[in-house]
């Protein structure tokens, strides 16, 4: 399962927004950095009259696992746990959000690290 299509943060200067601006937020696993959105830097076609809401996307990098049948079922987990517990918040301001997970995650089972990603979202404030 992939991300809905208003929840998708798309285009390298959207990242290097993020690199740049972003808060950062730390678990033994993952990196999440958390900005307010700047929507001059969006791809063209993406429409900016929806309601403000919350744009995510997860790097797992190579080193996390050889494997890319391991990265991607990372990368479906992480889908489908974030489509499930950011559809419905309300939001005041468009936020974007990256997580990158660290080498470390491979020793942690999928629910520990679903767990920490609660952790990190309610440690930035985009859920309660």
């Not at 429409?47 to 050889?66: D, L, W």
């Not at 997580?99 to 520990?112: G, Q, Y």
Request: charged share 25%.
């Amino acid at each position: 399962m992939v991300l809905p299509k208003h929840m998708r943060l798309k285009g390298h200067r959207c990242f290097d927004f993020i690199y740049r601006e972003g808060s950062r937020f730390y678990s033994p696993s993952m990196v999440l950095r958390v900005t307010k959105a700047n929507t001059k830097l969006q791809i063209k076609g993406v429409n900016s009259q929806m309601k403000p809401s919350i744009k995510c996307a997860i790097s797992i990098s190579n080193k996390v696992s050889k494997r890319s049948v391991t990265r991607n079922k990372l990368r479906r987990l992480f889908h489908h746990h974030l489509s499930c517990r950011l559809s419905n918040i309300k939001f005041n301001d468009e936020v974007w959000a990256f997580i990158s997970l660290k080498p470390s995650c491979m020793k942690n089972s999928n629910s520990t690290l679903l767990k920490e990603c609660d952790k990190l979202l309610i440690k930035a404030g985009i859920t309660q």
